[in-house]
């Protein structure tokens, strides 16, 4: 396909050096786990785990269960934690945080202990489905992660993200305005624009629709917010506006529901395979945990692709909602620019990579479909 070259911007050396140590530390975190697991259940360790957790936990199967989670997790950070300080120098190192030591370590602090917390209500709810019914445990888990997932969902942007950032409403007059007008347009309205304290961990910018029912808004990130002109910010409210209008959030919730329903029954299948196996004694032996963490880990690698290219659709169909609500095309087309730059983004990443791992368009494709519309819609009026 051909491109107007004035319009290709390349990539620096930089920005493809950065991009591809960030693959290469995805890739090395997702094997540490996949070998984790793997050697765990080859190596029956998983049992030794399982029998010291039964001593510490007092014999108390849920108990118990709690501190078999812990030992895993706590293993299992150990392991990965030399990838997560390397990650954090990186940021530092192409000058896209100023994050000191004590707030990184701080927050990885805080990220075990709310993963730990929402992997033990899982977990405890996984194996009391399986003991209660363990012919059809399986729906029901499903059903009650789906349940649980979507009051996730609707709790994040008050419960779970001010434990790692500061929110606050934004209070912008001319941006308020705005954002109403566009919510006119559309027909709708979004309940709050938050102002996201981003600046305080990184130098990259960021935006986002978040929350559900009467948790959902807009959060701008002040690292945006301060540096880009009201019509660019504008652009990107739009765009947010999109995935607003476009119910996109809710949908990914079905989606998601859709791609568990079909985990739970393969992890059931493969858990009734391993006790006819004698794997293990049966079905409740918690033991079992990383079997059913590694379908799901298994199942997530295969999906990537497919969930990625639907992110991408949904990405498309917001940008379009932009290009549709404001006035000209190129504030738009300025701040995916300005975004590409601050965040290090690479504008044209390989076509596989992009296949593989991005959730969003490339910048370049971004900017080709704004620009395209600009040509067919931009034409002056009269
Ligand atoms: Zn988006």
């Known amino acids: 396909m051909a491109s107007d070259p004035s319009q290709t911007q390349l990539d620096s050396p930089e920005a493809r050096r950065y991009n591809q140590i960030r693959r290469w530390l995805g890739v090395a975190d997702f094997i540490v786990g996949l070998v984790f697991l793997v050697v765990l259940l080859a190596t029956r360790w998983s049992d030794w785990l399982r029998d010291l957790a039964y001593r510490c936990g007092f014999q108390n199967y849920s108990l118990s269960l709690f501190v078999y989670l812990l030992f895993l997790l706590g293993i299992s950070k150990s392991l990965g934690i030399g990838l997560d300080y390397y990650g954090f120098r990186l940021e530092r190192r192409f000058k896209l945080s100023n994050q000191k030591f004590g707030s990184w370590a701080w927050d990885e602090a805080k990220g075990f202990l709310v993963g730990l917390f929402l992997t033990s209500i899982v977990v405890e709810l996984l194996y009391f489905t399986i003991r209660q019914w363990p012919q059809h445990w399986w729906i029901l888990a499903w059903a009650l992660c789906t349940g649980l ?29 705005r954002l109403m007008i566009l919510g ?121 692709p497919a969930l990625n290219a639907y992110s991408r659709y949904n990405e498309r169909q917001a940008d379009r909602y932009a290009f549709e609500s404001i006035v000209s095309i190129e504030p738009f087309i300025s701040s995916m620019n300005k975004l590409a730059e601050q965040n290090l983004a690479e504008r044209t990443p390989a076509a596989w990579v992009e296949w593989l791992f991005h959730s969003h368009p490339s910048i370049s494709k971004r900017l080709a479909a704004a620009q395209e519309w600009g040509r067919t819609q931009g034409a002056p009026q009269g």
């Open 149 to 177: 997932f979507t009051l996730l969902a609707q709790l994040a942007p008050v419960v779970l993200f001010p434990i790692f950032y500061k929110f606050e409403p934004l209070e912008n007059e001319d941006l308020r305005r």
């Open 184 to 304: 006119e347009h559309a027909g709708t309205r979004v309940r709050g624009v938050y102002r996201w304290k981003l600046s305080e961990k990184s130098k990259k910018a960021n935006a986002a629709l978040t929350g559900l029912g009467r948790t959902r808004r807009i959060i701008l990130a002040d690292t945006l917010l301060d540096n880009y002109t009201p019509e660019e910010i504008e652009a990107v409210l739009a765009h947010e506006l999109g995935h607003h209008v476009h119910r996109h959030i809710l949908k990914s919730i079905a989606v998601q529901a859709g791609i568990t329903f079909v985990g739970f029954w393969a992890a059931n299948w493969t858990l009734h395979y391993a006790v006819d196996q004698h794997w293990f004694l049966q079905l409740s032996d918690f033991a079992n945990l990383p079997l059913l963490a590694l379908v799901s880990v298994v199942l997530s690698f295969l999906l990537m």
